[in-house]
């Protein structure tokens, strides 16, 4: 993304933390039907899931979004060919694609960009988002990251050149990393990628020489980082902490809190949708983005449009 137009679109989309319950409900109605429209028109799964749900062309602007049929990682693994609303792409191709090709952020074909779900349901999910669609992630993601700060502040923070160093697994097309260095290249930042497999010498030597100002990591990753800087080994002054990709406790946000000698900013967010909400102070609980998703929650269940 160029910098001087992400500034223009982060700005703007920090404008819908300000709209009512009202708006957000009309933004999200203008959002969903067109995209309901557009894959009934693109998708030959979900035009036989509709009509199977007893959903035609001309209800499928109006039906309630209950009336749809719900779509699982299975059956996206089952239907992937069928499901997608592009012609260009099988799942066999982006299976070998991810084989062969080293873990980079280079996109397929160059046009998609491809991230995969951890596997915990028995076989990683593949998901493709276009320019586009990518785009929108990385500023909800960059929203979530810098969520209390004004423009201003925001402004002054990336003047300085922020030196931010990502602390995670490294070794697959997961979403935060692949989002997360994209991110940092729009806001015209210095990046270092530390894998949590690496000795502690390795991150001790590296984290010296670039001497980061941010951090982003899983919270786990983030405590070693801490124990780090507690015994001395690591000095650094962070002026930003942001937790991604597993719980954070509340006992652990007080320790890296505390060694960090910063807020921390607890990103919520999954492969289905890189940008969910974000948790910036614990006794307000998640804010979740309601301008980029619809979020529901029945019988246990969450469910994601």
Not at 42 to 53: G, I, K, L
Not at 89 to 110: G, H, L, M, N, W
Request: hydrophobic share 40%.
């Amino acid at each position: 993304m160029k910098y001087l137009k992400l500034l223009w679109d982060l700005f703007r989309l920090k404008r819908n933390t300000k709209k009512s319950s009202i708006q957000i409900r009309r933004l999200q109605e203008k959002k969903l039907r067109k995209l309901l429209w557009y894959a009934w028109n693109h998708s030959d799964y979900y035009r036989r899931a509709f009509e199977a749900a007893g959903i035609r062309s001309e209800t499928a602007r109006t039906a309630p979004l209950s009336a749809f049929p719900v779509i699982d990682k299975g059956k996206l693994l089952q239907n992937f060919d069928d499901l997608i609303t592009v012609s260009d792409v099988t799942q066999e191709e982006i299976r070998r694609f991810d084989a062969r090709e080293e873990t980079s952020r280079k996109p397929y074909k160059d046009r998609y960009h491809v991230i995969h779900s951890s596997g915990s349901t028995g076989k990683p999910a593949y998901f493709l988002y276009d320019e586009k669609a990518w785009n929108t992630m990385l500023l909800g993601i960059i929203r979530g990251a810098l969520w209390d700060l004004s423009m201003p502040e925001i402004l002054k923070l990336l003047v300085h050149g922020p030196r931010i160093v990502y602390i995670a697994a490294t070794d697959g097309r997961y979403g935060g990393a692949m989002a997360v260095g994209d991110g940092i290249d729009g806001v015209g930042g210095r990046q270092l990628y530390l894998d949590i497999n690496l000795p502690l010498t390795e991150w001790v030597s590296r984290l010296r020489a670039f001497k980061p100002n941010i951090v982003i990591g899983y919270p786990s990753a983030m405590k070693i980082l801490a124990e780090l800087m507690k015994q001395g080994q690591v000095d650094t002054k962070l002026v930003r902490a942001v937790s991604c990709g597993e719980p954070l406790g509340t006992s652990l946000r007080a320790f890296l809190e505390e060694q960090f000698r910063t807020p921390i900013v607890n990103i919520y967010g999954a492969s289905e949708s890189l940008a969910l909400g974000v948790e910036a102070a614990p006794e307000e609980g998640m804010i979740l983005f309601d301008d980029l998703n619809v979020i529901e929650v029945e019988n246990g269940k969450m469910y994601l449009t």
